[in-house]
Nanobody, 119 residues
């Protein structure tokens, strides 16, 4: 049973930084892709960043390029999202997801962590 547990959200002023963590357990993740998505009130869930577990290859949404960094710690089974230069529009619940690299749909999700950026 795959489990994903996010942490690290909170309240921060615009221009500030946060680091989110997502601890994964329940299987080996070689060949999988893990990602961060976010959902603001009244909006659909949107892609933020992803990382291939085996190669560490990252991908980012245009809205966060240059500000956010996704990384992983294989030994800890954890991925991170470093967020700098935060903007009020980054306010959302951030979710961690996982899928086999060869598929398009994320099969497991964490419970989410709230990030609130005040202006």
């Amino acid at each position: 049973q795959v489990q994903l547990v996010e942490s690290g959200g909170g309240l921060v002023q615009a221009g500030g930084s946060l680091r989110l963590s997502c601890a994964a357990s329940g299987r080996t993740f070689s060949g999988y892709t893990m990602a961060w998505f976010r959902q603001a009130p009244g909006k659909e869930r949107e892609f933020v960043a992803s990382i291939r577990w085996t190669t560490g290859t990252p991908a980012y949404a245009d809205s966060v390029k240059g500000r956010f960094t996704i990384s992983r710690d294989n030994a800890k089974g954890t991925i991170y999202l470093g967020m700098n230069s935060l903007k009020p529009e980054d306010t959302a619940v951030y979710y961690c997801g996982i899928k086999p690299a060869w598929t398009t749909s994320y099969s497991h999700w964490g419970q989410g962590t709230q990030v609130t950026v005040s202006s």
